[in-house]
């Protein structure tokens, strides 16, 4: 077993085919405007392409049934007198389409009931438009229908506009003001909101009635041309661009935080220079991305709000893609998307892409209900504020050969763009309540320290417990030595601060507590001794009592002066010794003062010794527990 982790999905392996082909559509003359647009716009019943036509412009209309090599004369739909730059259907009506051209018009158009491409040659009927739009001062270079109101259409042109336009009325109604040439534009599934990318880099959402972007964002960096697609009912939308370094890029923004940028940075795609057009799939939550120029359509699966990458499918190159509504599938086939795509500029070419299946049932999983041709309202009832979802149809209706019934669709109004604070205010209400208290990380805070740490010591203390007790006993005898000088001298006034300076040394070493280390030091003279704390121990607690003058003395006087002991001793033989013994005795004092420090000298290179082995003791305590 290699252990590597698979991702569960349906449309894993979906995989895309060309048709043969005799179901190709051949001998057409493919617009090759530089204009940046899809070229192709397509439907169950017709396909429309930018037609490179002289003495105006013009697009033709391709039955779908009608495949093969076309007339070399065809009837075209004629009006502008300027290239046609883009096309779109209406996605309630099949034979509802308009079109948007270099000369500053929008014009409607309805296919003619029995159309066919083939007519007498020399009685060709080319169609006339049923209405035109004027309102735009430039280009109209797209054109895009409201996917949920019937007849509403948005026009974007060189005149730096987006124009909403009621068809029914033949009038523009609202206008959507940018800073630079729009290059892309896209509804969501309500209709009540459009994301649109401009030449000035940046990325806009609109909340379409109000005439004002809601958000507006930096978005790619590159120079070429930016795309954007809204991504159905969800409350997401895809972009594609070019960096800095003219790198291809793919990336998924949240409306309400897209001033922070893209929700995962940018996903590098290539390094080819042609534009990438994206495409939502809503019954597959797929999203294809095609090169434009190059032969190349990856496609990716929106799971857990990021694009899991499928497959890709490469060809010849192309220039114009378009992607089949989903009543207009093949479901005997498993096919899920079914694209058509320019090649050579003179042929269309389908593209199926299917889930490799063996059945020869209804796939339901594989088809959730879908858009069907009925709006889920007027354009009045848009314009007044209305929003809402078209009703769905089964597509299991169609499977059978029926017609199709209508499915409800669950609507959830989108929340405003102008208050996006709320939104992740709501939901951690109650939740960060019962995380507040967090009782998984408290056992490790409180978890019981070792024994020395919770005891408040060092190691060095730690490592007492394992000296010997022998030791212990020898040191304190060596330091009880101090007393024997004691025997030559017998002034009590004397006496009291040599016990002193005994019992002070003393203490540190008999404890061998951590703090006594210092003391350690050699140097010193018996000066130093009065800055210690003093402690009686055992030792000076073995020394002969003084007398009640001395004990007065042995507390207000710090044990190891010299001077304060001669001016003691001064003041006790005015009053009791002759001065001869005074002589005597500071002659005494003076042997026994050397014979102190020379004692001292000794202590201190016991405590150095001893202070290595307490060392040798902790690395061995710490080498025990590493072992453990």
């Known amino acids: 077993m290699s252990g590597r982790f698979v991702r569960a ?14 179901q190709c559509y051949d001998n057409l003359r493919i617009s090759k405007n530089a204009w940046d647009s899809n070229i192709v716009k397509a439907n169950p019943e017709y396909l429309a392409v930018n037609w490179e036509a002289s003495g105006g412009g013009a697009f033709a209309v391709i039955p779908v049934a009608e495949t093969g090599k076309l007339p070399d004369l065809l009837p075209l739909f004629r009006g502008h007198t300027a290239p046609v730059l883009d096309t779109d259907w209406s996605p309630f009506d099949d034979r509802f389409i308009a079109s948007g051209s ?22 060709i009927q080319h169609v006339a438009p049923v209405s035109k739009l004027t309102g735009h001062t430039r280009k109209v270079g797209h054109v895009l229908f409201n996917p949920s ?10 005149d730096y506009t987006i124009k909403i336009w009621d068809v029914e009325a033949e009038s523009a109604k609202l206008t959507l003001k940018h800073a630079d040439i729009v290059q892309s534009m896209s509804w969501n599934a309500s209709g009540s909101l459009m994301v649109t990318t401009s030449r000035d880099k940046k990325i806009r959402v609109w909340d379409v009635r109000q005439e004002k972007p809601a958000v507006e964002a930096a978005g790619h960096s590159g120079a070429k041309a930016s795309r954007a697609v809204w991504l159905g009912e969800q409350d997401r939308f895809a972009t594609t661009g070019f960096s800095r370094m003219s790198d291809r890029q793919l990336a998924l923004w949240d409306p309400r935080a897209a001033t922070g940028g893209p929700m995962d940075g940018y996903t590098t795609l290539d390094q080819i220079a042609g534009v990438a057009m994206p495409f939502w799939d809503e019954g597959t939550q797929m999203l294809f991305v095609a090169g434009k120029g190059d032969g190349n359509i990856r496609y990716y699966e929106y799971a857990n709000d990021k694009f899991e990458y499928l497959s890709q499918y490469t060809a010849e190159p192309q220039r114009g893609l378009a992607f089949v509504p989903k009543r207009g599938i093949d479901t005997h086939a498993n096919e899920v998307a079914r694209a058509y795509r320019t090649v050579n500029d003179s042929i269309l070419e389908p593209v199926s892409f299917v889930v490799p299946r063996r059945a020869e049932v209804f796939q339901d999983d594989l088809y959730p209900a879908t858009t069907g041709i009925k709006p889920a309202m007027s354009a009045g009832e848009w314009f007044g504020g209305k929003d809402g979802l078209p009703p769905k149809i089964n597509l299991e209706d169609l499977y059978e050969g ?5 499915v409800a669709s669950d609507y959830k109004a989108p929340k405003p763009m102008s208050a996006p604070a709320p939104a992740p205010a709501a939901a951690p209400t109650s939740a960060p309540v019962k995380k507040e208290p967090e009782p998984e990380p408290k056992p490790v805070a409180s978890s019981a320290p070792p024994a020395s740490l919770t005891e408040n010591k060092s190691m060095a203390s730690f490592a007492d417990k394992f000296a010997d007790e022998k030791e212990e006993d020898e040191e304190q005898d060596d330091f009880e030595e101090i007393q024997k000088p004691m025997r030559a001298n017998a002034m009590s006034g004397i006496s009291t601060p040599i ?5 002070g040394f003393s203490t540190p070493v008999t404890s061998k507590a951590p703090g006594a280390l210092p003391l350690t030091e050699p140097t010193k003279e018996p000066e130093a001794a009065p800055t210690m704390d003093y402690k009686p121990t055992a030792a000076s607690a073995s020394a002969p009592e003084p007398s009640t003058t001395s004990s007065s003395s042995r507390s207000q006087t710090p044990p190891g002066a010299a001077s304060e002991v001669t001016s003691t001793s001064d003041s006790s033989s005015d009053s009791t010794v002759p001065k001869a013994a005074v002589g005597a005795a500071a002659q005494g004092l003076g042997k026994h003062l050397a014979d102190i420090k020379a004692l001292l000298e000794s202590q ?5 010794e001893q202070s290595d082995k307490i060392e040798a003791l902790t690395r061995e305590v710490s080498a025990l527990k590493g072992g453990s």
């Open 149 to 158: 109101a019937q007849n509403i259409l948005a026009s974007s042109s060189g």
């Open 604 to 608: 201190a290179k016991t405590l150095a």
């Open 102 to 123: 270099d000369d500053g018009k929008i014009m409607l158009w309805r296919v003619p009931e029995g159309f066919t491409l083939h007519q007498d040659p020399e009685n």
């Open 402 to 406: 029926n017609t199709p019934q209508e």
């Open 499 to 503: 016990t002193a300076a005994r019992s």
């Open 9 to 22: 999905s349906k449309f894993r392996h979906v995989f895309g085919q060309a048709n043969k082909k005799e």
